[in-house]
């Protein structure tokens, strides 16, 4: 049964702080490698990790711990301390964590309410595992209601006209701050889907000029000529941070792209401090430049206020977005239950046709004398006979509840004297 095998063990920014989460943050060129370790202890895993949450779903033998082994892995090959893990994740089963991931793709358990942004994430993450070769029958079937449920939501209700994204709040905390951001100038760091939509935000902001700074100055040029802003190389960051009134960290990254070394002693002879606000998980900007005198730092974690505003407008889009969610976890689990007896379904028939053709075969064997025509008036008797006595079993068993089906599966086999594994294959 579904209850026994799906696991979900994750964080997300309502659980841990993002000092944590990015502990715990799965990388896109990380995945891979963590898919294949995991794979070790269940037959099926997927992983979704974003700027805010990073969960790992598995699908598991009924005898193996799955949340024990994502456990290990974190402790053992992410370096992260028991206590962390322990006080930073949660673990969800069966029923409650397909309703969860249903919430998170249509947008429920963001950090800002109905971001668009999840369903790629997740479809990327579908694509990771098939890739892998970790995405098995049950968990591609959950992600891709996931990603109908996320979409239904999106054009069945007015919760899609919250435009707000990460990027947004991000945008909106520095329009607050430096009161207008027309005339501003703006350096944002990367050249990713999020550093893209920071840019175009800020240009439709009235921002008078925007930096983007990347490695690979091709991927900045192509945002910069998007936005008509300009592209620069990482290395040449400090010397645009004097003249910035405000840097957005939007990229993807294991380490610091902003630090003390990046300042060079740039900000010292500034007017007021530089307003930097760091989008990334991993962080992009390092948190110990908030006590700089020249820096005011926020990261995403306070972007929640700003993000929350909102929540109260869409209530009652709220409410309809739950009614899908639970439509789409009942969809998912009856097909998980017909998945479950459906070898047992598939033993009665056979045993019930090959019982109807050793007694049709033994009849006339007796009754030779029979023309053709009332032979095969004998068999489609036998056929009629058994299918009529099968079809109340079979019936009851592809359309009782979920809690009874498994249960009178094991004992229709018993009545019957089959002994076969009547769980999913």
Sequence with gaps: MVDDRLVMVGTSHERAPVEVRERLALSTSGQPEALEILRRYASETLILSTCNRTEIYLWTDPSVDGAAWVRRFYIDHKGVPEAVFDGATRLTRGEPAVHHLFRVASGLESLVLGEPQILGQLRAALDQAHTVGTAGPHLSRLATDALRVGKRARSETGIARNRTSVAHAGVDLASRHLRGLAGRRAVVIGAGEMARLTAKLLRGRGIAEVVIANRSLDNAEEIAQAVKGKAIPLTALSGELFTADVTFGAATTESYLFDHTTLNGQLAARQAPLLAIDL????????????????????????????????????????????????????????????SVAPAV??????????????????????????????????????????????????????????LQTRDADAALRLFGLDINSGDS
Excluded: C
Aim: charged share 30%; net charge negative.
């Design 346 to 403: 598939a033993a009665l028939r056979k045993k019930g046709e090959t019982v109807r053709d050793q007694e049709v075969a033994k009849a006339l064997a007796k009754l030779s004398h029979l023309s053709e025509r009332d032979q095969n008036v004998l068999r489609t008797m036998a056929a009629s006979l058994t299918g009529k006595l099968l079809h109340a079993p079979v019936a009851h068993l592809s359309s009782a509840g979920r809690e």
């Design 280 to 339: 990334g998980v991993p962080r992009n900007i390092d948190p110990a430049l908030d006590g700089h005198a020249m820096i005011q730092l926020f990261d995403v974690d306070d972007l929640e206020s700003v993000a929350h505003e909102v929540r109260s407008d869409y209530a009652v889009e709220i409410a309809r977005v739950e009614e899908i969610v639970t439509e789409g976890a009942k969809a998912y689990l009856a097909w998980q239950a017909a998945r």
